[in-house]
């Protein structure tokens, strides 16, 4: 039997087949998953219903994780198809693109700090605010995706690393507050992947070379591997794991000099 059948799964931030989202929910559907999603705007309504229908799904409906209203709105929606789930993925990040390239502290402002937190960490909590209703009863799991720069300086990277050490501590604190409801809240560090999102980082091809080059398994990783992570950390099989970041990064993260 698949090891996650018969559990419903609420991925947020699926905006493209190339993404580590589509790698976790494809991964949780092979895996006897059902999935609903979210679209951000407009725009991917269509292309998000699209790679829903391949996942076997009919639930896509709008939300902006920057407005409450649309956070309220999205579950009030949920609600109408699902009156329980299981599984929260948070695969959302943002920061302005004049905060991606140059010297973090020539090009870092009010604005951009403001946004890449609030997109990319505040949205977490957010959505778990609502989620935990959903969980009652439930061996509960929620999920999102950090990266290296939450702990280590990456050149451009900038507010993002702010940003995804503020997740990394969202996790914790989560942790901790619905584990008495046995949820569980984790976190997976996943090396750099040639995504839509990554893209806009400013020297990611010498992002994926370097980790090919020094990481202990010489090569980069793919969506479907952090997939398969994710799907493990949502399923009773890691029943006690909460409050962890799981590194899917080839061994990289381990390096302090690498071998000549």
């Not at 599984?87 to 502290?105: C, E, K, M, N, T």
């Not at 300086?153 to 993002?160: A, G, I, R, S």
């Not at 997939?227 to 990289?252: P, V, W």
Request: proline share 2%; aromatic share 8%.
């Amino acid at each position: 039997m698949s090891f996650l059948a018969g559990k419903r799964a609420l991925i947020v931030g699926l905006a493209s087949n190339r993404s580590i989202a589509w790698g976790i929910a494809s991964a949780m559907r092979r895996e006897g998953a059902e999935l609903a999603f979210n679209y951000q705007n407009d725009k991917l309504e269509g292309r998000v219903k699209k790679m829903a229908a391949e996942l076997d799904s009919d639930i896509a409906l709008p939300m902006d994780v920057g407005d409450d209203a649309d956070i309220d709105a999205f579950f009030d929606g949920l609600r109408k198809s699902w009156d329980s789930f299981d599984i929260l993925v948070h695969s959302v990040a943002y920061a302005p693109a004049d905060q991606l390239d140059g010297r973090f502290v020539d090009v870092v402002n009010r604005e951009g700090f403001r946004i890449a937190h609030d997109v990319s960490s505040y949205s977490f909590a957010a959505l778990a605010q609502k989620s935990q209703h959903f969980m009652k009863d439930k061996a509960g799991a929620m999920l999102t995706l950090s990266y290296l720069g939450s702990t280590r300086t990456l050149p451009n990277y900038n507010v993002m690393g702010l940003a995804k050490a503020s997740l990394e501590a969202n996790v914790r604190f989560l942790a901790q507050d619905l584990g008495a409801d046995n949820i569980r809240v984790n976190a997976i560090s996943a090396g750099p992947i040639r995504t839509l999102a990554a893209s806009g980082i400013k020297g990611i091809r010498e992002m994926l070379a370097q980790v090919a080059d020094v990481a202990p398994l010489k090569r980069n990783v793919g969506i479907h591997e952090v997939g398969n992570a994710a799907a493990f950390l949502c399923s009773d099989l890691a029943s006690a794991i909460t409050g962890q970041i799981i590194y899917a990064d080839a061994g990289y993260n381990i390096i302090g000099m690498p071998s000549t």
